[in-house]
Each structure stands twice: as C-alpha cells, then as structure tokens.
C-alpha cells in the first residue's frame, strides 16, 4: 500500500540550512506537499509541487523531487527559531485520491 | 482566503458522553472535507471523508456508529464522538477542499478532546 517515510528529528543551528527528507511508494502521485505544525495546532501549507517538477523554490523554502528514487526534500535556508515545528510530508496519489502523511519530522533550531 | 475554524478548541468530557465538534469553511464552500486523529508525537490518521449532501466515507477500521459525521452544507462538517471513552482522547483536525479544486486541503486548528 501506500507508504510515506520521514526520519523523526532534526537539530540545526539558527542561520543554517535545514533539509528534511521523505520518500514515498506509490508511482501515482500527482502532488506532493510540505506541511508545517506548530504545538497544539493544525497544519499549514508551506508549498507543494506538482509530480512532473524537479524543483520548486518559494523563498526560503526549495523543494527538490526525484520520481526515480520517490525522494522528495524540503530545504529551509537561513534557519529561523519560529521554524522550530514538525513538518510533515505527504503524498497524494491518484491511486487513492487521498492525502498520505508521513510521520513527521520535529525540526529543532538552536540559537 | 481558505481559512478553515473548529470548534472547540479543546474539550474536557466525562465517560459515556457525546462531544460535537465542528469544522467551517470560513471564505470558501468546501465540497468535501476530512477528519483526521492524530496521538501525540504521531502522524495524521484519516478517520473519513464527508462530501456535501452525502453520507461520509469512512477508513477501515474505524467505527462509523461512533465517530458519526454529518456535512450538511457546504460550509460545515460536525463530526460526534457518541459514548466517549477515554481511549477516544486525541487531537481531531478537519480539513476541507474547495469545489473544482485539485487536491488541496485546508486544515482546521484541531480539537483536542480529553475523557475522563
């Protein structure tokens, strides 16, 4: 079935770039999207970019796709203490139409 | 624009009771939204899909008679917790899809629910 993976934990100090990674399963995946949660709160929208892209960059945020490998990135430049949160990765596969999270990866940034 | 509310925020409800918890599209109609449950330091849990008008879509594994969802309009979805129990503590979030749109969801902020 459908699986999205993230490793759990990440520690950056504040200024540098943090990359968070997660790969996928299922071929039929039209986007793929980057969420952020805060403590106690509900998910936003970083960005998202569609199957057929290598790359999409949104300021600080770059999102790098390899469909070969199903590996999808997330990198944040200039590391900020408000992006200390959990971001989830997920999938959305035409194969089901619905989203598939990852688990999540707590970002911890140190000053 | 896209903002989706939930209501409450939080909620505190003794064993054996019922608990509603409503989601609303605020700026736009969603013709289809989704509840979700997350436990702590996990991922989110899709517990089903409700489409406006229709009866919702529930995941395997979870109980329809307990977890019942209506989506009478176009703006809100009300999912009840019937007969709580404390294993039903969680963190619930909606999210919600625009007509015609692709695949994107706007979440709510998430009610977080404690039986005792």
């Known amino acids: 079935g459908e699986d999205v993976e993230q490793s759990l934990f990440l520690s950056v100090r504040e200024g540098d770039s943090s990359v968070i990674n997660c790969t996928y399963t299922?071929?039929?995946?039209?986007?793929l999207y980057w969420y952020k949660q805060e403590p106690g709160a509900g998910l936003q929208l970083l960005t998202y970019?569609?199957?057929?892209?290598d790359m999409k960059q949104d300021q600080r945020l770059t999102v790098l796709l390899n469909k070969k490998d199903k590996h999808l990135s997330l990198r944040i430049a200039d590391t900020q203490t408000g992006d200390s949160a959990i971001y989830f990765c997920?999938?959305?596969?035409?194969?089901?139409?619905?989203?598939?999270f990852g688990s999540g990866t707590r970002l911890l940034v140190r000053p | 624009g896209a903002v989706v509310s939930q209501h409450p925020s939080w909620v505190i409800c003794k064993s054996g009771t019922s608990v509603k918890i409503e989601c609303r599209s605020l700026?736009?109609?969603?013709?289809?939204m989704f509840w979700y449950r997350q436990f702590p330091k996990q991922s989110l849990m899709l517990m089903a899909t409700?489409?406006?008008?229709?009866?919702?879509?529930?995941e395997q594994g979870v109980e329809k008679d307990k977890f019942l969802i209506n989506h009478a309009s176009l703006t809100l979805s009300t999912l009840t917790v019937t007969s709580a129990h404390p294993e039903d503590s969680s963190f619930y979030i909606c999210?919600?899809?625009?007509?015609?749109?692709?695949?994107?969801?706007?979440f709510g902020p998430g009610t977080r629910l404690t039986v005792l």
């Open positions: 999210s919600a899809r625009e007509r015609g749109a692709r695949s994107e969801q706007f």
């Open positions: 970019i569609f199957s057929n892209m």
């Open positions: 299922d071929s039929s995946s039209t986007y």
């Open positions: 700026d736009f109609q969603a013709t289809t």
């Open positions: 409700s489409n406006e008008g229709s009866k919702a879509t529930y």
């Open positions: 997920a999938d959305y596969p035409v194969s089901s139409y619905k989203l598939i």
